[in-house]
Protein backbone atom coordinates (compact mmCIF):
# COMPACT_ATOMS: atom_id res chain seq x y z
CA UNK A 1 0.00 0.00 0.00
CA UNK A 2 3.06 2.45 0.86
CA UNK A 3 4.65 2.66 -2.80
CA UNK A 4 1.32 3.36 -4.26
CA UNK A 5 0.72 6.42 -1.72
CA UNK A 6 4.09 7.18 -3.15
CA UNK A 7 3.45 6.91 -6.41
CA UNK A 8 0.30 8.65 -6.28
CA UNK A 9 2.19 11.90 -4.29
CA UNK A 10 5.03 11.77 -6.47
CA UNK A 11 1.88 12.23 -9.49
CA UNK A 12 0.49 14.99 -7.98
CA UNK A 13 3.56 16.78 -6.66
CA UNK A 14 4.46 16.55 -10.57
CA UNK A 15 1.29 17.90 -11.67
CA UNK A 16 0.94 20.77 -9.13
CA UNK A 17 4.67 21.28 -10.43
CA UNK A 18 3.23 21.67 -14.16
CA UNK A 19 0.50 23.57 -13.02
CA UNK A 20 2.68 26.53 -10.96
CA UNK A 21 5.20 26.25 -14.17
CA UNK A 22 2.55 27.13 -16.14
CA UNK A 23 1.14 30.15 -14.11
CA UNK A 24 4.13 31.51 -13.69
CA UNK A 25 4.70 32.16 -17.44
CA UNK A 26 1.47 32.90 -17.70
CA UNK A 27 1.65 35.65 -15.45
CA UNK A 28 4.77 37.02 -16.83
CA UNK A 29 3.08 37.16 -19.88
CA UNK A 30 0.00 38.84 -17.98
CA UNK A 31 2.53 41.36 -16.35
CA UNK A 32 4.45 41.92 -20.18
CA UNK A 33 1.64 42.75 -21.55
CA UNK A 34 0.04 44.99 -18.62
CA UNK A 35 3.67 47.27 -18.82
CA UNK A 36 2.96 47.54 -22.78
CA UNK A 37 -0.83 48.65 -22.00
CA UNK A 38 0.66 51.22 -19.15
CA UNK A 39 3.96 52.24 -21.76
CA UNK A 40 0.89 52.93 -24.42
CA UNK A 41 -1.44 54.97 -22.24
CA UNK A 42 1.62 57.01 -21.11
CA UNK A 43 2.50 57.75 -25.34
CA UNK A 44 -1.10 58.63 -25.72
CA UNK A 45 -1.30 61.16 -22.85
CA UNK A 46 1.87 62.80 -23.94
CA UNK A 47 0.58 63.25 -27.68
CA UNK A 48 -2.81 64.52 -25.91
CA UNK A 49 -1.00 66.94 -23.68
CA UNK A 50 1.38 67.88 -27.09
CA UNK A 51 -2.33 68.10 -29.05
CA UNK A 52 -3.92 70.64 -26.56
CA UNK A 53 -0.78 72.89 -26.44
CA UNK A 54 -0.52 72.96 -30.34
CA UNK A 55 -3.96 73.80 -30.19
CA UNK A 56 -3.86 76.66 -28.00
CA UNK A 57 -0.84 77.48 -29.45
CA UNK A 58 -3.17 77.94 -32.39
CA UNK A 59 -6.36 79.53 -31.27
CA UNK A 60 -4.33 82.23 -29.78
CA UNK A 61 -6.58 85.71 -29.89
CA UNK A 62 -3.76 87.38 -31.48
CA UNK A 63 -3.20 85.18 -34.33
CA UNK A 64 -6.71 84.60 -35.21
CA UNK A 65 -7.10 88.35 -35.35
CA UNK A 66 -3.82 88.35 -37.76
CA UNK A 67 -5.68 85.55 -39.83
CA UNK A 68 -8.94 87.13 -39.57
CA UNK A 69 -7.08 90.81 -40.99
CA UNK A 70 -4.95 88.80 -43.42
CA UNK A 71 -8.15 86.74 -44.95
CA UNK A 72 -10.93 89.54 -44.50
CA UNK A 73 -11.81 90.23 -48.38
CA UNK A 74 -11.89 86.38 -48.62
CA UNK A 75 -14.21 85.57 -45.69
CA UNK A 76 -15.43 88.60 -45.33
CA UNK A 77 -15.61 89.05 -41.62
CA UNK A 78 -16.94 91.95 -39.41
CA UNK A 79 -16.06 92.71 -35.74
CA UNK A 80 -19.16 91.61 -33.43
CA UNK A 81 -21.37 94.56 -32.63
CA UNK A 82 -24.28 94.74 -30.09
CA UNK A 83 -26.26 95.81 -33.18
CA UNK A 84 -25.81 92.48 -34.28
CA UNK A 85 -27.86 90.68 -32.05
CA UNK A 86 -31.99 90.61 -31.75
CA UNK A 87 -34.04 92.28 -29.37
CA UNK A 88 -36.02 90.92 -26.98
CA UNK A 89 -39.40 92.09 -28.73
CA UNK A 90 -38.38 90.02 -31.39
CA UNK A 91 -38.62 86.65 -29.37
CA UNK A 92 -41.64 84.50 -29.27
CA UNK A 93 -43.59 83.73 -26.10
CA UNK A 94 -44.46 80.84 -25.12
CA UNK A 95 -48.37 79.19 -26.42
CA UNK A 96 -51.13 80.17 -23.76
CA UNK A 97 -52.06 77.79 -21.22
CA UNK A 98 -54.82 75.46 -21.95
CA UNK A 99 -58.27 76.87 -20.38
CA UNK A 100 -59.61 75.36 -17.18
CA UNK A 101 -62.72 74.39 -18.86
CA UNK A 102 -61.06 71.67 -20.84
CA UNK A 103 -60.69 70.02 -17.57
CA UNK A 104 -56.80 69.19 -18.23
CA UNK A 105 -55.68 68.73 -14.73
CA UNK A 106 -53.31 71.42 -12.86
CA UNK A 107 -52.40 73.62 -10.28
CA UNK A 108 -55.82 75.37 -10.99
CA UNK A 109 -57.39 72.36 -11.78
CA UNK A 110 -56.75 69.92 -9.10
CA UNK A 111 -58.09 66.21 -9.53
CA UNK A 112 -59.55 64.10 -6.61
CA UNK A 113 -58.22 61.02 -5.84
CA UNK A 114 -60.00 60.14 -2.73
CA UNK A 115 -63.61 59.37 -2.01
CA UNK A 116 -65.90 56.90 -2.66
CA UNK A 117 -65.86 54.51 -6.14
CA UNK A 118 -68.64 55.28 -8.13
CA UNK A 119 -71.67 53.09 -8.54
CA UNK A 120 -70.77 51.24 -12.50
CA UNK A 121 -74.00 53.06 -13.76
CA UNK A 122 -72.67 56.53 -13.03
CA UNK A 123 -69.11 55.75 -14.70
CA UNK A 124 -68.22 57.41 -17.83
Known amino acids: ?15 LGFWAYREHYQTRDALRELTGLQNEIADLRE ?6 AEWAYL ?11 LNFDRLGL ?23 DLGAPGI ?3 VSVSGEIAPESEAP
Open 78 to 100: LPLEAAQFGEIATVSSPPPDLPA
Open 47 to 52: ALALQR
Open 108 to 110: DNP
Open 59 to 69: NRPDRLRELSA
Open 1 to 15: MRPVIFVLSFIAVMG
